[in-house]
């Protein structure tokens, strides 16, 4: 087989396995749609972060609108202190409410921002101050058994 | 006087592997070395990426497209006893793209690649061919190692990210055409679940590394081989049993270390 032949097979193979990757990057992967371009950082103080991830969604109104870029400890105040990056097309106003929710009843929790109706908008690396922790199973459950104790103890007496 | 004899065959074993896998290492980094030319010489290149890739392409995309369409069938009778059925583009693509992609197709290439470039740098011994090179002052390892082992490296991702697309469109051909798993929620749970860099930057770093292996071990084995037919033969039965080891194991390490964050 001479050279040009071989070429034109290499090349051909080339071409088909860059297009396959191509066909996995955009078709079966989200390399298309998720892809959040320029973005600016929101910070959020969080009683309780439950199991919040790096990476996890930040979503108003079920939109994905940004990503948790970071999770640290505060350890003067002894919460949480979540960045998020969010898109830059996407400005909101600074009574926003952040409440960190759960996808389904045991799917994997996002950042729902709740939008308020200040005329003024956050600015990147704000805080955003009003914030609701994650809602715990354990917690609400115990709870829910101490009310019905107490309440039994109230028919009693 | 038995047990003595014994110990002392075990101790040469060991000692002689030992010996065989520093010489390996060198050889790697001699392969490494002299890889300047397989690039400015690309035409050499070239042509080992027909004998190893192109070559490959019709048995790996034929069992791409089998071992998705099984994916298809067997997640499909999984999944609908939960009812989610339409999860099954989400099986289909999230197991091939971080695992049998890059697995089965290196362990295909390993058979129908690496057992023929052993093989042939074997028989190049064996003839004296290589021989006949050092005497004219070519070293045999930058003009016929280092080609083989770039093709390789290269051929191989190329190959697993074929083998991927083709087993997810198998997996489409059963689960959609045949089963009638909606279409719409088939595609779209898949991208919502597979993830570009977790997944499938991950996938193609893992056969580059696979190619690698293969790569070594192949022009390895035939550069060490018994300059016999029967060391040809042994040397290159060595190259498939050990490069589909070395792929297995090296398969556990790197999910060990890619996947952990999740």
Known sequence: MNRATIDLWVGFFVAIGLAALLFLSLKVGNLSSTDVGDTYSLQARFDNIGGLKVRAAVKSAGVVVGRVGEIHFDPENYVALVTMNIDKRYKFPRDTFATINTSGLLGEQYIGFDVGGDTEMLKAGELVKKTQSAVVLEKLISQFMFNKAAEDDGKKQ | MNLANLLRQLGRQVTDRIWRLGFASRFL?????????????????????????????????????FVGMVLGLQGYDTLQR??????????????????????????????????????EIGLMKATEQLSAMEMMAVSPIARVVAPRFWAGVISMPLLAALFSAMGVLGGYLIGVQLIGVDEGSFWSQMQAAVDFRQDIMNGVIKSCVFGALVSWIAVFEGYDADPTAEGVSRATTRTVVTSSLAILAADFVLTAFLFRGL
């Open chain 2, 82 to 119: 939960y009812g989610s059925s339409e999860a099954l583009g989400v099986l289909v693509a999230l197991s091939l793209v971080r695992e049998l992609g890059p697995v089965v197709a290196a362990l295909l290439f390993a058979s129908r690649a690496g057992s023929a470039i052993t093989a």
């Open chain 2, 29 to 65: 980094l001699m392969t490494l070395l002299h890889s300047g030319t397989s690039l400015r010489r690309l035409q050499l290149t070239i042509r080992e990426i027909y004998f190893t890739g192109v070559l490959s392409l019709i048995i790996i995309l034929v069992s791409g497209l």
